[in-house]
């Protein structure tokens, strides 16, 4: 996977995270079978309990960039791309 391609995945993930955190994303979702890219439990799930599942995600999110940012052979395997 290019390092363009790289950034841009992981921006859109990280731009739906936060928009789940902070810009009212959890209400709209909530109980919603759209809340299911976070988890396949969070239908069921409160506006809170999907705003933890974003933060978990975003940190993880954000800790594979920076590990794929400089370990390029990781961005093969984890997009599968290569």
Not at 25 to 45: H, M, N, Y
């Amino acid at each position: 996977m290019s390092l363009t391609l790289w950034i841009v995945t992981h921006a859109a993930k990280a731009l739906l995270y936060v928009w789940v955190l902070r810009w009212g994303g959890a209400e709209r979702i909530e109980g919603t079978l759209a809340s299911g890219f976070l988890s396949s439990f969070a239908p069921r799930w409160s506006a809170e309990g999907l705003k933890m599942a974003a933060l978990i995600l975003l940190v993880l999110c954000a800790i594979g960039f920076v590990v794929g940012l400089f370990v390029p052979s990781l961005r093969c395997w984890v997009g599968g791309g290569c």
